[in-house]
């Protein structure tokens, strides 16, 4: 149901596709399309899920189908982050706050450089103009996988997780 209007397939098994000078749908801003971004956007139906997690679209914007989120105990998410081109990127994490939201959730990032921890409180506007956070610029390789994950911390709350995203940073 997400798909635009103008979307075609050639038969009933066929790809859709948008054809060739079709004007795009207007923008939702209720829903972000991974597919438009720049870089590498990594969506948590990629990611590997531990512990139990629902899913949900309720909170807005939130990117391609919805979100994840686990309040259980141990419960986490973990992103693998591949690049085309190795060097240094941006690293932007998606979440819609709420007030159930874990106040200090340990986001480890592992880059060329070893892994870094540090602590996001998913209950606060991740940005006054969007959905997500830059975490900070970091080093990847185009042989080797980096990776990003998310736990609760010590306050407990409920983790989201929705997507992750890497743009060459400039």
Not at 37 to 42: E, L, P
């Amino acid at each position: 149901m997400k798909q635009p209007g103008v979307s075609r397939r050639d038969t009933l098994d066929g790809e859709l596709y948008i054809p060739e000078g079709a004007e795009p749908p207007p923008a939702d801003p209720n829903y972000l399309m991974s597919e438009t971004f720049d870089g590498v956007a990594i969506d948590e139906n990629k990611a590997r899920l531990e512990g139990n997690w629902g899913s949900s679209t309720n909170l807005k914007p939130h990117v391609d189908d919805g979100y994840s989120y686990s309040a259980e105990a141990g419960a986490s998410a973990t992103f693998k982050l591949r690049v085309k081109k190795s060097g240094p990127y941006e690293l932007r994490y998606f979440w819609v706050p709420h007030e159930n939201r874990a106040k200090d959730a340990k986001i480890e990032i592992t880059d060329s450089k070893g892994t870094r921890t540090l602590t996001v409180n998913l209950s606060e506007a991740a940005h006054e103009k969007h959905p997500w956070r830059t975490l900070g610029v970091f080093e990847f390789v185009d042989v080797l996988d980096g990776k990003l994950v998310i736990r609760q911390g010590e306050q407990g709350g409920t983790l989201h997780a929705d997507c992750v995203h890497l743009v060459p940073a400039k």
